[in-house]
Structure formats: C-alpha cells, structure tokens
C-alpha cells in the first residue's frame, strides 16, 4: 500500500468517526473505537485542531485518559499542545499516575491553570500528593488562596488516610432547622459542591450530629425539622484514619458519603462513595498485582528500565526458591538415574501442588482483605482447605496411578505418584490459608509474600514426598 493509500484510509476512518459510526466504545465493550484513534491521530499528524477538538468534544474524561495513555509519548505530546485550552482538569484527574507527571510537564502553564481551578480539592489533592516539588507548587499557584488553603491542609494528613482523600466542599446546617430553611439556604448560595448526597447537620461547635439525604429533604414538608430526618446509617471517620478502612466501611454498610472530623470532632471535610469506590479497587489491584510478585505501581506505559527493577527483586527470590527445590532433588540423584521415568513425573507433581496452593492462596488473601476471614472461622477454613486438597489429590491420584501405569507399565510407579499427588494437594491447601493469616499477624502484607513461601512449600514438599516415595518403593 502506497503512502497515498494509507492517507485514504484514514480519512476514511476520519470521516467514518464524524459520521458517528467510530463511536467512543466499541463491539469490545467501553473501549475506545480503533477508528477514532486513527482519525484523532490523523488530525494531530495534520494540525488540524478545529478537526480534533470536534473528534475529542463527544468523548469522556476518562474516555480522553485512555488515549492518552495508549499512544506514544511523541503522539501524546502533539495531542495535547495542539489540544491546548480543550484540555479539562477532569482528564488530569483520570490519568494514571505513571504518565501524570508528563502530561502535566506538556500542558502550557495556563491550561493547567484553568484545569485545576475547576476540580474539586480532594481532586486536587489526588493530582499533587504524589508529583515533584516543582510541579506541585505550580497547581497549587494556579488555586485561589482559599483553595491553596484547603489543599494544603488535606496534603497535611497522612498518606492515604481519610484526610487526603476527603473533599473539603460539604453542605452543613445547623442542627435545629427545619426542611424549608434547608432547602432556602441552599437556594441562596453560588458555591455548592458540584457533586453531593446529603445535608450534614452541626452542632454549635461544628461537630456533625445527623445528615438527611437530598430524597428525603425534597419529599418532606417544609415544616419538618430536620432532625426527625436523619438517616439512620450516620457515622463519622476520622482524618487521620487509613483510607483502605474507610472504603471497607463504605462497602460493608452501603454507604452513600460520610462526614470527616478532625482531632476535635469537627467538621473538615466530607468522602463521598465515588472516592471510595476507586480506593478499594485499587487495593484490589494491589492485591493482584502483588500476589504476582509485581509492583503495584506497574502500569503499561512504563518504561522497559523502570518494569525491569519493579520486576527483578521477586524473580531473584523466585530463583532462590527454586534452588531450595533443586537442592531436595539432588538429594535423590542416585534414584532418579536408576527410574528416569521419575524425572518425566516431577514436574506434574510440583505444578498440580503449586497450582492448588495459589488457589487456596487468593481465597485467603482475598478474604483477608475484606475482612472475611478472622479467628472467628479461620479454622474451618484451614480445615476446609485441607478436605478440599484431600478430595482433589484422591481424584488425580487414580488418574495418575492409570497413566502411570499404562505409560510406563509399573503399577508401583502409579502408587508412588498417586500417594505424592494426595500429599503435596493437601500440603498446598493447608499452606495457602496458613501462611497469609501468619504473615497477617506479624504484620506483612500477606498479598506481597505469600506467593514465594507457598510456592516454595508445595515445591519441596511435592518433590520430597514423590521421590523418597520411590525411594522406598521402587528400590
């Protein structure tokens, strides 16, 4: 195809995009249309604005993010220069962090000012806790003093606590009014949050007693004192309390926002589900990813420099895990030189014990992190675990025992592999539970250990058991 051709087609696909056939979302799901990015690209490749603000005016935030994220920096660069003052703080906020720092380092100082001035402060907040020095003060210059205040005291709490992730935006009236003065109030002011659940009512000194929901506040009568209102769900949390325990809560007890005091137990703030929501999945990221033995910082535009140092420290574990296992097998030299079928076995063994043993493994973690699995029940769930592996290693043990015993015609080879089968499948369910409610206790994250020590324990238990096995057996 010529270079003639390959302009055709991407104006073709341009005029497909405007035609409304390259939708933001594909028959992929959510996903951005492949023929949007080529026509949006087309544009950048023309510096063709007028083209790209109409292609990018349908599409999300977080839809704008995606792209962003996507294409190469050289393409990202152009994009946004050309995009210039298109460019929203919304789509700050929906990037990911690994190319954040870049984005922001392109935008021209004025765009980035007017961004910023539109997001709410816990965006904010979001948008500077972790960037450098430089660029965070350059935002928080492009914030009013009364915004810069509110941003800076939030950058005061601890990561990841509440205090960060709050919004300092919150509707609060005193706690004597009745539904009419509520609703005249809010009528009255210009600076309500663009985004809220419920009217919080205070005390006279500022500490949160009570909030009634928007619902309810329009369907009762004007005479209704608020108080009688209320929901019944109400509970505060603390500033400095850590925000994976708030986004537990919110989940647990379905709730819709909840008020954030400080030491005093005033009112400083206020977290609303959204918020929450993007803080529990990211500790299920976390938990993934760690339980992979991978940072969980990782992300698709990193660099090959970057991903190879995340990457290197668990695979050098992983390789000291795997020596321990070669060291049990040469113990056994002199019986797997006698039956070499044993050496075309070993692996089956070790792979079906280190496949359960994961199993097991993200079932514990994963209730671990919801607070599913305590002192209370955990166990039954050893025990469970344990019957579960049983049940398993009696089943693969009578499918191994025939092949062993049709492959290499020795039915003792079969009983030896079945018997190892059974042992390593419950070894693998019982170390799957154990060993992250132990790391638990002793306060390791079990997400970012576990992986190695159970891996290692279905390993040269596996081998242990299938080779001293044939040791006594088959000699």
Not at 258 to 265: A, C, I, M, S, W
Request: proline fraction near 3%; hydrophobic fraction near 50%.
């Amino acid at each position: 195809m010529t270079d003639g051709d390959d302009e055709f087609k991407v104006a073709d696909d341009l005029s497909a995009a405007e035609a409304g056939q390259g939708d933001a979302s594909d028959e992929d799901g959510y996903t951005l249309d492949r023929r949007t990015i080529a026509a949006i690209l087309y544009a950048v490749d023309t510096g063709d604005r007028d083209k790209l603000v109409t292609l990018m005016e349908p599409l999300h935030a977080a839809d704008i993010a995606d792209l962003l994220e996507q294409i190469n920096a050289y393409d990202r660069r152009r994009l946004i220069l050309l995009y210039d003052r298109e460019f929203d703080g919304e789509i700050l906020s929906e990037l990911g962090e690994s190319i954040r720092e870049e984005v922001i380092a392109v935008l021209n100082p004025d765009v980035l000012a007017d961004a910023v001035r539109d997001l709410d402060s816990d965006d904010v907040v979001d948008l500077v806790e972790y960037l450098d020095d430089p660029q965070q003060e350059a935002i928080l210059d492009a914030l009013e003093d009364s915004d810069r205040a509110a941003v800076e005291q939030a950058l005061s709490y601890p990561d990841e606590s509440a205090g960060r992730l709050m919004q300092r935006e919150v509707v609060a009236v005193p706690e004597f009014w009745n539904v009419g003065q509520a609703i005249d109030y809010m009528r009255e002011r210009d600076d309500l949050p663009e985004q809220f659940y419920h009217v919080i009512l205070v005390d006279p000194r500022f500490k949160p007693i009570g909030h009634v929901t928007l619902g309810k506040l329009m369907a009762s009568r004007r005479v209704t004192p608020l108080a009688e209102i209320t929901e019944p769900s109400f509970r505060t949390f603390e500033a400095t309390e850590d925000e994976g325990d708030v986004a537990y809560a919110f989940n647990q007890y379905h709730l819709i926002s909840g008020p954030v005091v400080d030491e005093n137990d005033r009112l400083v703030g206020v977290i609303t589900i959204d918020d929450a929501m993007i803080v529990l999945d990211e500790e299920h990221d976390e938990d993934i990813l760690r339980l992979a033995g991978v940072s969980e910082e990782s992300s698709l535009t990193d660099r090959v420099v970057e991903t190879t140092k995340r990457r290197f420290p668990w695979l050098a574990v992983n390789l000291v895990t795997a020596i321990l296992a070669s060291l049990v097998i040469a113990q056994f030299e002199e019986t797997i030189a006698q039956f070499v079928a044993l050496a075309v076995l070993m692996p089956i063994v070790a792979s079906m014990g280190g496949n359960a043993g994961t199993q097991s493994l993200t079932v514990a973690v994963r209730s671990i992190a919801t607070k599913d699995l305590t002192g209370a029940n955990v166990w039954r769930v050893i025990r469970r675990e344990c019957l579960v592996g049983l049940v398993n290693g009696v089943i693969f043990a009578v499918v191994m025992g025939i092949v062993g015993l049709i492959w290499f015609g020795s039915p003792a080879l079969g009983y030896v592999i079945g018997a190892a089968m059974v042992i390593n499948l419950v070894i693998a369910g019982l170390a799957g539970t154990v060993i992250p409610v132990v790391l638990d206790r002793v306060g390791v994250d079990p997400a970012l250990a576990s992986g190695a020590f159970v891996t290692t324990v279905t390993d040269i238990v596996g081998f242990f058991a299938f080779l001293g096995l044939a040791g006594v057996i088959l000699l």
